[in-house]
């Protein structure tokens, strides 16, 4: 069973930056592939960056060479390097995950496990 906590949330300026971190466990397999996800108020929740077991990551267009997704695998953290934030982000960030490996790495459906998320406030 594997469980996801995140952390890092908070309130910022627009420009500013914050990280988010998500710490798993009960991970089994190196195939895991994770993600960040975020929904703000009266929106669908959407993909916001993906890593697959191998390190390979997939960004959505609007966070695209501002945010940064990255991982330790020895301290199975996953992290969220967010920059030159903007209203636009404020939102309920979640992190994901699965075994193996999918086609549609930003859509939530394809996603077993979740965190409880942590609020990102950007005025």
């Known amino acids: 069973h594997v469980q996801l906590v995140e952390s890092g949330g908070g309130s910022v300026q627009a420009g500013g930056s914050l990280r988010l971190s998500c710490s798993a466990s009960?991970?089994?397999?190196?195939?895991?592939?994770m993600g960040w996800f975020r929904q703000a108020p009266g929106k669908e929740r959407e993909g916001v960056a993906a890593?697959?077991?191998?390190?390979?990551?997939t960004y959505a267009v609007s966070v695209k060479g501002r945010f940064t997704i990255s991982k330790d695998n020895a301290k199975n953290t996953l992290f969220l390097q967010m920059n030159n934030l903007n209203p636009d982000d404020t939102a309920i960030y979640y992190c994901?995950?699965?075994?193996?490996?999918?086609?549609?790495?930003?859509?939530?459906?394809?996603?077993?496990?979740w965190g409880q998320g942590t609020q990102v406030t950007v005025s």
């Open positions: 994901a995950g699965r075994y193996g490996d999918t086609l549609y790495p930003l859509g939530e459906f394809e996603y077993a496990d």
């Open positions: 890593i697959d077991g191998a390190g390979i990551t």
């Open positions: 009960g991970i089994t397999d190196s195939t895991y592939y």
